[in-house]
């Protein structure tokens, strides 16, 4: 119980983010002295810990308080460095208990490293070693290297198959990943033949049932089981969908020609859960994975099998916007759970930062008019394509219910970095705020990188929620 | 797929109170791209009820319409097939098919639409083509002839050289649909 209090104590660094690795990677520090000092730090995480076991709270509240003034404790690791350019890894070493707290909310294998110690280049080999060189994938190794820093090969092509791993599409064994690929992809393209129904028989092409029933349908029928019926109810919901397609990434310009895979992927997702249908909203998510798994669909060899390139990765998308979906289609269509997320993170404001709470209640700027948005559709519309994939690969790489707990920190962490601005505006101001900033990959970086902070800061409510600031 | 309703004769007022209750819940928006009224609807109520229906509305005069403003006949042509409408009181003698089958040769169309009969009867000339009559939508009757008191209508589903045609009659208060293929050999003549 002790040992909790004193992680959690509140250290008096008011600059210690700007001595984060965050702020290092940012401002392009010296990682030749940094890294070797953070590995120090990771080996020698172990032995402060078990220090601490034999020291009184007393005793511990001035080492912690030694620890962040610098002047050295005595820990060994510490004291064989001294110098001014070394003291940010002691400040990072004291945060490390906090993102202990962090590391413990993922996967735990017995590979226990963490993914801010490992240099990019250490980190490249190793998630290429781990996507393409073992013959079982370890998914969550590769879940924990894209965690925060995104996918690090910059080609389309990794990120599309990690983000089919991440989904539990492909099978971990790499054995059996043609087989695989290759039953969804027809189970997709039969779905698609039998749901796009034509009322009509058509020269040529056979009625593949004989039901007694369609000889009496007519176009005007409004029986349960009449073809008629269900050719003008979908094209209701195609008309729906292809209105908001025509809206999606408007910018984009290379997604213009797959607007006609979206729609067809959204309707067959509609048609297989008749009870929430489509909703505003699925088509961004759609839009991401479609265009994420058409660039990384590979250099097509002829026209013909570009063609069937595309619809592998029209069909593959399907299915992981299905997966997506799964824990997600319930803030699309049940009130209450839509309602429940909200009041969670109405109150992970409240407690985290009041004087922006108190703000907004005042401006009466309900959380839902900005957080139901950036919930659905995982903040796409708030970032460019760029920055939104990066969000996407950490959102992807955490487990799916985690997914919605990390949600609410990355809106508390969005909130943040506007917080100056938003204390002091308007409502409409405030508002325009919140909405479409279309901020570009750097900023996608930092706010992940304050996210995990909210998630393991202490709470300091009287001067927001990163205290550091 | 183009979705064509052949309707008329309503009567609504002066001969009926309004559509049967069963075809009014059955024509809903959304459904129908083109309307075809042969006339006798009575008044502009019952025009903004096929309006209504979101399609293309096309009426010809009756003789006991309020209106004037409709014409007399008319040629549309949907989807490849030539449509005339015309209400039919002008065709003399009233029960003749010969000269229903010569004022279609003279409008030169492929289906020719008329209403004035009370019974729902469509044929096919030996030329090619069809000839619809849609009857009475509430099976009232006409100047001239007592009623059936079966109220129809037709709805046509222009496939290219196909039509299929959907009869729909109330019969002791049960929609009875009939359902037929005709090809339209076509030979129009050139007006």
């Not at chain 1, 399907?318 to 997966?323: A, G, K, P, V």
């Not at chain 2, 459904?31 to 293309?56: C, D, H, M, P």
């Not at chain 2, 009867?121 to 002839?145: H, M, R």
Request: proline share 5%; with cysteine; charged share 25%.
């Amino acid at each position: 119980m002790e040992e909790v209090e004193l992680e959690n104590i509140e250290l008096p660094h008011a600059e210690s983010r700007k001595h984060s690795l965050g702020a290092a990677f940012e401002s392009r520090l010296n990682t030749e002295t940094l890294v070797p000092a953070a590995r120090s730090r990771v080996e020698n995480h172990g032995t402060v810990a078990r220090k601490d076991q034999n020291r009184t709270p007393s005793q511990k509240v001035g080492d912690a308080v030694r620890h962040a003034k610098g002047k050295g404790s005595e820990d060994p690791g510490a004291a064989s460095r001294q110098g001014p350019e070394l003291n940010e890894p002691q400040k990072v070493s004291s945060q490390e208990p906090q993102r202990r707290a962090v590391a413990s909310s993922m996967p735990a294998r017995e590979t226990n490293f963490h993914p801010h110690a490992l240099p990019a280049k250490v980190r490249q080999e190793r998630f290429s070693q781990c996507l393409h060189g073992d013959a079982l994938v370890d998914v969550d190794v590769l879940a924990r290297l894209v965690w925060i820093w995104g996918v690090p090969e910059d080609a389309a092509v990794a990120r599309a198959l990690t983000w089919k791993l991440l989904c539990g599409y492909l099978p971990e064994d790499r054995a059996l990943w043609e087989s695989t690929l290759a039953a969804k992809r027809t189970e997709y393209r039969n779905r698609v033949r039998e749901l796009y129904v034509n009322p009509q028989e058509e020269e040529g092409v056979e009625m593949a049932r004989n039901d007694p029933a369609l000889e009496d349908d007519h176009p005007l029928s409004t029986a349960a089981n009449s073809r008629w019926a269900q050719y003008f109810k979908d094209s209701a919901i195609r008309e729906t969908i292809n209105r908001d397609v025509k809206r999606t990434q408007p910018e984009l310009d290379g997604f213009r020609p797959l607007e006609e895979r979206l729609a067809r992927i959204l309707f067959v997702y509609a048609r297989q859960r008749p009870k929430l249908s489509y909703k505003q909203g699925m088509n961004e998510l759609g839009a991401v994975m479609l265009q994420v798994f058409h660039d990384g669909r590979g250099v097509p060899q002829s026209a013909s099998s570009a063609d069937s390139a595309a619809d592998d990765a029209e069909a593959d998308a399907f299915f992981c916007l299905e997966h997506i979906l799964e824990e997600y289609a319930r803030f699309f269509g049940d009130e209450s759970a839509i309602q429940h997320e909200i009041d969670e993170f109405s109150q992970l404001l409240l407690f985290r930062d009041k004087p922006l709470s108190d703000h907004f209640a005042r401006l009466k700027l309900d959380a839902r008019f900005y957080y139901l948005r950036w919930l659905r559709l995982w903040l796409t519309q708030d970032f460019d394509m760029a920055g939104a994939v990066l969000i996407w690969d950490f959102l992807l790489s955490t487990s799916p219910t985690a997914r919605v707990r990390w949600m609410r920190f990355l809106g508390l962490a969005f909130l943040q970095q506007k917080r100056t601005q938003l204390l002091r505006s308007d409502l409409s101001v405030c508002m325009k705020l919140l909405l479409h900033s279309g901020s570009g990959r750097a900023d996608a970086f930092r706010l992940l990188r304050d996210a995990e902070l909210l998630q393991c800061a202490p709470p300091d409510r009287s001067r927001g929620a990163l205290a550091y600031r | 797929m183009v979705l064509v309703l052949a309707i008329g004769d309503l009567n609504v007022p002066y001969g009926a109170a309004a559509l049967p209750e069963k075809f009014q819940r059955m024509l809903v928006p959304g459904k129908i791209q083109y309307v075809f009224v042969t006339g006798n609807l009575n008044t502009r109520e019952v025009e903004e009820f096929f309006v209504s229906l979101g399609a293309e509305v096309f009426i010809t005069r009756g003789d006991l319409d309020v209106t004037q403003e409709y014409p007399d006949r008319l040629v549309v042509s949907i989807a490849g097939v030539s449509l005339g409408l015309i209400h039919g009181h002008q065709l003399i003698p009233y029960s003749d098919s010969h000269a229903a089958i010569a004022l279609k040769r003279d409008m030169g169309v492929d289906v020719l639409i008329t209403g004035f009969q009370p019974e729902c009867k469509i044929t096919q000339p030996e030329d090619g083509g069809l000839l619809v009559c849609p009857g009475s939508a509430t099976g009232t009757n006409n100047t001239y002839f007592p009623s059936s008191g079966i109220p129809s209508f037709v709805l046509m589903d222009l496939q290219g050289s196909r039509i299929v045609t959907y009869t729909y009659m109330l019969i002791h208060d049960d929609v009875k649909v009939e359902r037929i293929v005709y090809d339209k050999s076509v030979r129009t003549i050139p007006t």
